[in-house]
């Protein structure tokens, strides 16, 4: 288990079953592959479920951080 500060002061934890996702790609997804072979490939997130900030924790250990953005509207033609 690890967790973090977010940047909002909130504590994040990567064992919470609400907020622990696992992401993968379109490539890595469609193959043939057991649940658990999909499981092994996947990249590790957690959302901060006060700003729902998403960080995904690197192998060595660099966090990288995801904001959640504001509504942006394309310009009317
Ligand atoms: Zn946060």
Redesign the pocket.
Known sequence: MAKIR?????I?RDDDPHDTMYFLTDDEFDVEASGSALFGKATGVVR?P????LWIWADDGVLTEYVKGEVIRPDEP
Request: aromatic content about 0%.
């Open positions: 977010c940047m909002c002061g909130n994040v901060c006060e700003c729902e900030r």
